[in-house]
Every structure is written in structure tokens, then in C-alpha cells.
């Protein structure tokens, strides 16, 4: 049942995304909101989704909750998962405002043989062959949604480079959440995480372009950004905390590259952008890279 979670995360994720790619600045709007004050507003979103966990201390998950007082030596622990959020949200962002949501959202889902990777190369076993497979046809995936848009060849390549980035920092995130979190508890750990979060956040804040929000109803795109967007992190990131089985999670999580083709579609047939100009021979060409993705995660797993 606990992966039910990380199902609901890969829907709640792609539609987010689909609103944070209305709603920035680009060509098409160039009255949009800058990637900064989404970020802004996304982190401290969750950020305070996260701290109501803290209500909860020693009421839910107690099987995870530390037996003793915790040793504030170890605050470094959630300033470096902190970072690492932050990294793979401006990466992804950025990979989003550059180039196309059903190009980025399916190399995301690499993300889970990079985890299994860490797991492999910090256990005394290795890396199963399973392994090496799954990372092959992970390749195999993004080489055939990079073919596919030929016709920009530079934008696609450096929308795969920051989506592989962010699914770096966000493999790295989890494998740490998981490992870190039963010393704290996760009533604990997350909310200290996403504190740290909201207090680099705050860094930000002169560079707030807070005159271009109620511009031409932006509010209207931006909120349900911020909403999704903060409970994806919110189911994702507990399922991993609390049941520790970051690879199978994110094997499911890992959908996301399908739904991100598929309503990344359907959302520009009925409010217009470039995967709308998409021909029959490209849209089944990227069903196919992110089908090789869904294989190689799956295969990743069951390794």
C-alpha cells in the first residue's frame, strides 16, 4: 500500500510541472513568472506542508522515531539534503522553462537506476549485472526522445543535461533521506530538512519579481504549481522517510514518464505549445524512449 504514494507523487508532479511551464517566463509569455519567484513560492510551500509533521512527534511512525534525544551534532545531515533539494528543483525548473515537458519528464525517471546505483556502490555486494542492463536501456530511452527532436537539436540536448542533473540531485536526496532518517525519526528529519529549506529560500527574496504575480490572472496558474508541486514532494519524500524502500518507490514514481508525455499532449491540444506541432511518427518515437525508461527502472528493481 505504501506505494500508493509515490503513484499519487508521479501524477501530482507531471500536472505541476504542466502549470509551471504556462505560468514562467518564456517566448510564448513573456509576462510569465521568472523561474526565482516560482521557486520561491514552491519551497515555501512545501517547506510548510512539511513542518506540520513536527505536530505529530511521536504520535505517527513511531517505529521510526529515535529512542533517545537527538545529537545536534548532526545538523549537517539535513543542511546537505536541504541543498540537494534545492539543486534538483532549480535543475528541473530550468529544464522545464528551457525545453518540452514530455522531453524532460521522462529522463527524471532515470533517476531510480541512479538510486539503485548509490545503493549498489555503497553496499560490499557491487553493482548487480541487472544493474548495468537497466542503466543501458536507460540510455537507449534518452537517446531515442533526443532523436526525436532533431529540428532543435541544441535545446533538447540541453534540456537532457539539466533533467539528468536534477535526477542526480534528487537520487542522491532519497538514498539520504533513507539512510538518515530513522537517527532522527521522520517527524523530525523532514521538518529540520525543510526548514533549512525555507531559510535559504528566504536568500531570495529581494529578487522576488512580486509585480508580475497578479499579472493577467497568474495567480490562477501559479497556485495550483505551488499546491501540486508541494504535495508531490510531500508523498514522495514521507514515503522514503518513513518506509525506506527508495528504490522500489521510485520505480513507481518513475511513471511520471509516461504521464509526461501523455498529458504534456493533451494539456498543449487544448492550450496551445510545441508538443501540440508534434507529429504521429515523433509522439509514438517518445512513447517508446519512455517505454525503454519504464523497462529500465523496472528491471532496476526486480535486480
Not at 548495468?132 to 540541453?158: C, D, E, F
Request: glycine share 8%; net charge positive; charged share 10%.
Amino acid at each position: 500500500m505504501h506505494l500508493l504514494l509515490p503513484l499519487l507523487a508521479s501524477l501530482l508532479f507531471v500536472c505541476g510541472l504542466l502549470f509551471v511551464k504556462r505560468v514562467s517566463q518564456s517566448s510564448v509569455r513573456p509576462e510569465g513568472v521568472d523561474q526565482i519567484t516560482l521557486l520561491f513560492f514552491v519551497n515555501l510551500g512545501t517547506s510548510g506542508l512539511m513542518g506540520l509533521l513536527y505536530l505529530f512527534d511521536g504520535v505517527l511512525f513511531e517505529s521510526s522515531a529515535p529512542t533517545s534525544s537527538i545529537n545536534w551534532s548532526l545538523i549537517w545531515q539535513p543542511l546537505i539534503v536541504a541543498v540537494l533539494f534545492m539543486l534538483g528543483l532549480i535543475f528541473t525548473f530550468t529544464a522545464v522553462e528551457v525545453g518540452d515537458v514530455s522531453i524532460a519528464t521522462p529522463v527524471f525517471g532515470v533517476k531510480v537506476v541512479f538510486v539503485t546505483c548509490i545503493l549498489a556502490l555503497s553496499s560490499s555486494d557491487g553493482i548487480p549485472p541487472a544493474i548495468w542492463g537497466a542503466a543501458l536501456l536507460a540510455s537507449m530511452g534518452i537517446a531515442l526522445i533526443q532523436w526525436t527532436g532533431q529540428h532543435h537539436p541544441k535545446r533538447i540536448g540541453v534540456t537532457i543535461a539539466l533533467a539528468l542533473t536534477a535526477a542526480t540531485c534528487y537520487a542522491t536526496f532519497d538514498t539520504l533521506v533513507q539512510r538518515w532518517s530513522p537517527a532522527w525519526g521522520s517527524t523530525r528529519f523532514l521538518p529540520a530538512v525543510f526548514a533549512m529549506v525555507a531559510a535559504l529560500t528566504l536568500l531570495a527574496l529581494p529578487w522576488v519579481r512580486w509585480k508580475r504575480i497578479p499579472t493577467r490572472g497568474n495567480w490562477k496558474l501559479m497556485l495550483p504549481a505551488v499546491v501540486l508541486l508541494a504535495l508531490q514532494a510531500f508523498c514522495i519524500t514521507l514515503a522514503v522517510s518513513v518506509f525506506g524502500d527508495a528504490a522500489r518507490l521510485n520505480v513507481v514514481y518513475s511513471l511520471r514518464g509516461l504521464w509526461g508525455v501523455l498529458l504534456a499532449y493533451t494539456a498543449a491540444r487544448i492550450w496551445g505549445g510545441s508538443e501540440a506541432d508534434l507529429t504521429s511518427k515523433l509522439l509514438v518515437m517518445r512513447l517508446s524512449g519512455a517505454g525503454l525508461l519504464t523497462l529500465a527502472v523496472a528491471l532496476a528493481v526486480l535486480s
